[in-house]
């Protein structure tokens, strides 16, 4: 759970108030927090003066605008055809061994959350991951564990 | 059949004048951009194929003032990278095809909906817009771009879903007709064109469409930037001139034992060893948007089959009946034959349910699950039920 004080009221300010701000705005939270808590939606709902149910129904439309709690570090590993040939799976097993969490789980510190996700649109350089909004190619499950501890140590 | 065999072109990824071919452009009317690009017979480089021209000359004869041009950068198809190369690389060129597009038809206004997986490219694509815009103002003209960024919707690549989801909404796609270039994006004219479509479209204003021509075959005219991955030695984006064999492409990229092609993603057709030689590579063939992903002997079909059903049936919008049942049905189906639950004549029903989706669903996601699944079941039924 997160407190949002002035950001939706600052967000609505810097994009709009109307429908077509809606994204941005919940795209901004979900950058600064991680995922969307009921309480952020139906404080955007009252900005832009539309139902907390279509502030919902919007937002769980979108797979990147997580409406269950996720860790600080969200980690999107690629399963599509080309990432799961080229070993997707040992990717996920190396995660799952450091973080100590299944896929779809976060870990008790809140710092990493572990998911699938699909095409991600690296398929020459697979398997591939995202990390937040940053890509990681060529994966082995050596050098996983090296970027993972690196978010670690940060 | 045409067959042009395989040539290397560097056009996309070329470094140009941009001023100077856009200074070209803005001295043309819309009229005599619209012919160039239909001289060309360019078509849209997306996937779907419809001839950019008519999609401009469509737009351009709208009188609502109002007009805008969205690019097109959900790339989201499994297996297609090149536009994330292109923006990377290339992204004045993005810019200067909207400009030319909107010089045609007489819209002042972009929007680029880039997928939020690519967010990581954005303040890079934000300062070479901000060059764009200077270069324009000197030029004296008057055209602002703006980024609206996806969320990890698959869906939202179809032009109509595209739309609801700049206007706040649900990706999920609309009712045709309307078509965009009568009522698209906020219900105005609207040309929707793919980052790599756009880029084409500059290109051929600076080499004219009579040169531009000349490249590829009658109904593949042109090149086109592929994104090759898979059992490939040398995996990556290369511009080729279309009108090519998959039995040249495989001779060119596979690794001596490749067995099947996926043209066109999970959304294209699979085609086998021994349709390689027959098989052009293009509109008159396999039309792909540019995904090409070689199997070899050692990969299970059935495994590359349940994959990209695994995909849609998370990818569908739901909106549907067909798309959203038939893609859950098709994958538990498959599940049940390989489990010998049921009798490998299921398939068969099967593919009568994939055939309903093409003619029942709303959009192409759901009208094209069928490609990859008649392709894969019909080619390789054996590795789909033992």
Same mark, same amino acid.
């Given at each position: 759970m997160y407190q949002t004080g002035n950001l939706v009221k600052e967000l609505a300010d810097k994009h709009?108030?109307?429908?077509?701000?809606l994204m941005p705005i919940l795209q901004d939270i979900v950058r600064k927090y991680n995922y969307l808590t009921d309480e952020a939606m139906v404080e955007v709902a009252t900005e832009l003066d539309i139902s907390a149910a279509e502030v919902y129904g919007t937002a769980s439309f979108?797979?990147?605008?997580?409406t269950q709690e996720r860790g600080k570090n969200v980690i999107r590993v690629c399963k599509t055809i080309t990432c799961s040939m080229k070993g997707k799976n040992d990717i996920i097993a190396a995660l799952e061994d450091i973080l100590k969490i299944k896929v779809g789980e976060t870990t008790p510190d809140k710092m990493f959350t572990l998911v699938e996700t699909n095409c991600i649109g690296w398929c020459h350089k697979a398997p591939a991951m995202l990390i937040n909004d940053m890509p990681y190619t060529d994966l082995t499950p050596a050098t996983v564990i090296d970027v993972v501890k690196g978010y670690m140590s940060k | 059949m045409e067959n042009k065999g395989l040539s290397k072109v560097d056009l996309i990824f070329e470094e140009i004048n941009a001023k100077e071919v856009l200074q070209k452009a803005f001295a043309m009317t819309g009229e005599e951009i619209i012919q160039q690009i239909l001289a060309s017979g360019l078509k849209g480089r997306? !996937?779907? $194929? #419809?001839p950019t021209g008519l999609k401009w000359k469509y737009t351009a004869a709208e009188k609502e003032p109002e007009k805008y041009i969205v690019c097109n950068?959900?790339?989201?198809?499994? !297996? @297609?990278f090149k536009d994330r190369e292109i923006l990377d690389k290339v992204a004045y060129k993005v810019y200067g095809g909207m400009a030319i597009a909107g010089k045609a038809m007489g819209a002042r206004k972009g929007f680029i909906y880039l997928? /939020?997986? &690519?967010? #990581?490219?954005l303040p890079q694509l934000y300062v070479e817009l901000h060059k764009f815009h200077k270069m324009i103002k000197e030029i004296g003209y008057d055209f602002q771009i703006e980024y609206r960024m996806g969320s /990890?919707? &698959?869906? %939202?690549?179809?032009e109509s879903a595209l739309f609801e989801s700049i206007e706040g909404f649900r990706g999920e796609p609309r009712n045709k007709p309307p078509y965009p270039t009568t009522? $698209?994006?906020?219900s105005k004219p609207t040309s929707i064109n793919n980052v790599e479509t756009l880029v084409t479209a500059m290109m051929i204003i600076q080499m004219g469409g009579a040169e531009y021509v +000349?490249? /590829? @075959? +009658?109904?593949s005219r042109g090149s086109k930037v592929f994104s090759i991955s898979g059992d490939t030695p040398i995996p990556g984006i290369f511009e080729l001139e279309l009108g090519m064999t998959v039995q040249e492409f495989v001779t060119e990229f !596979?690794? /001596?034992? @490749? +067995?099947a092609v996926q043209v066109g993603g999970a959304s294209g057709f699979c085609v086998p060893r021994k349709r390689f030689t027959e098989t052009i590579i293009g509109f008159e063939g396999v039309p792909t948007g540019g995904s090409m992903k070689l199997f070899n002997s050692s990969r299970s079909m059935y495994n590359v089959l349940h994959n990209y059903l695994e995909f849609f049936t998370e990818e569908? %919008?739901?909106? %549907?009946?067909p798309c959203r049942v038939g893609c859950q049905q098709l994958l538990k189906g498959i599940e049940k034959v390989k489990k010998g639950?049921? +009798?490998? @004549? &299921?398939l068969n029903e099967l593919i009568k349910l994939a055939d309903t989706m093409k003619v029942?669903?709303?959009? !192409?996601l759901g009208q094209s699950v069928g490609n990859a699944f008649r392709s894969i079941v019909e080619n390789f039924r054996e590795e789909v039920i033992y």
């Amino acid at each position: 759970m997160y407190q949002t004080g002035n950001l939706v009221k600052e967000l609505a300010d810097k994009h709009g108030r109307q429908r077509e701000n809606l994204m941005p705005i919940l795209q901004d939270i979900v950058r600064k927090y991680n995922y969307l808590t009921d309480e952020a939606m139906v404080e955007v709902a009252t900005e832009l003066d539309i139902s907390a149910a279509e502030v919902y129904g919007t937002a769980s439309f979108y797979t990147f605008l997580d409406t269950q709690e996720r860790g600080k570090n969200v980690i999107r590993v690629c399963k599509t055809i080309t990432c799961s040939m080229k070993g997707k799976n040992d990717i996920i097993a190396a995660l799952e061994d450091i973080l100590k969490i299944k896929v779809g789980e976060t870990t008790p510190d809140k710092m990493f959350t572990l998911v699938e996700t699909n095409c991600i649109g690296w398929c020459h350089k697979a398997p591939a991951m995202l990390i937040n909004d940053m890509p990681y190619t060529d994966l082995t499950p050596a050098t996983v564990i090296d970027v993972v501890k690196g978010y670690m140590s940060k | 059949m045409e067959n042009k065999g395989l040539s290397k072109v560097d056009l996309i990824f070329e470094e140009i004048n941009a001023k100077e071919v856009l200074q070209k452009a803005f001295a043309m009317t819309g009229e005599e951009i619209i012919q160039q690009i239909l001289a060309s017979g360019l078509k849209g480089r997306g !996937g779907a $194929g #419809f001839p950019t021209g008519l999609k401009w000359k469509y737009t351009a004869a709208e009188k609502e003032p109002e007009k805008y041009i969205v690019c097109n950068a959900d790339e989201g198809e499994p !297996g @297609t990278f090149k536009d994330r190369e292109i923006l990377d690389k290339v992204a004045y060129k993005v810019y200067g095809g909207m400009a030319i597009a909107g010089k045609a038809m007489g819209a002042r206004k972009g929007f680029i909906y880039l997928r /939020g997986e &690519y967010r #990581f490219l954005l303040p890079q694509l934000y300062v070479e817009l901000h060059k764009f815009h200077k270069m324009i103002k000197e030029i004296g003209y008057d055209f602002q771009i703006e980024y609206r960024m996806g969320s /990890g919707a &698959y869906i %939202c690549g179809e032009e109509s879903a595209l739309f609801e989801s700049i206007e706040g909404f649900r990706g999920e796609p609309r009712n045709k007709p309307p078509y965009p270039t009568t009522s $698209g994006l906020f219900s105005k004219p609207t040309s929707i064109n793919n980052v790599e479509t756009l880029v084409t479209a500059m290109m051929i204003i600076q080499m004219g469409g009579a040169e531009y021509v +000349k490249l /590829g @075959t +009658k109904d593949s005219r042109g090149s086109k930037v592929f994104s090759i991955s898979g059992d490939t030695p040398i995996p990556g984006i290369f511009e080729l001139e279309l009108g090519m064999t998959v039995q040249e492409f495989v001779t060119e990229f !596979g690794d /001596g034992d @490749t +067995k099947a092609v996926q043209v066109g993603g999970a959304s294209g057709f699979c085609v086998p060893r021994k349709r390689f030689t027959e098989t052009i590579i293009g509109f008159e063939g396999v039309p792909t948007g540019g995904s090409m992903k070689l199997f070899n002997s050692s990969r299970s079909m059935y495994n590359v089959l349940h994959n990209y059903l695994e995909f849609f049936t998370e990818e569908s %919008c739901g909106q %549907c009946t067909p798309c959203r049942v038939g893609c859950q049905q098709l994958l538990k189906g498959i599940e049940k034959v390989k489990k010998g639950e049921a +009798k490998s @004549t &299921y398939l068969n029903e099967l593919i009568k349910l994939a055939d309903t989706m093409k003619v029942a669903s709303k959009c !192409g996601l759901g009208q094209s699950v069928g490609n990859a699944f008649r392709s894969i079941v019909e080619n390789f039924r054996e590795e789909v039920i033992y």
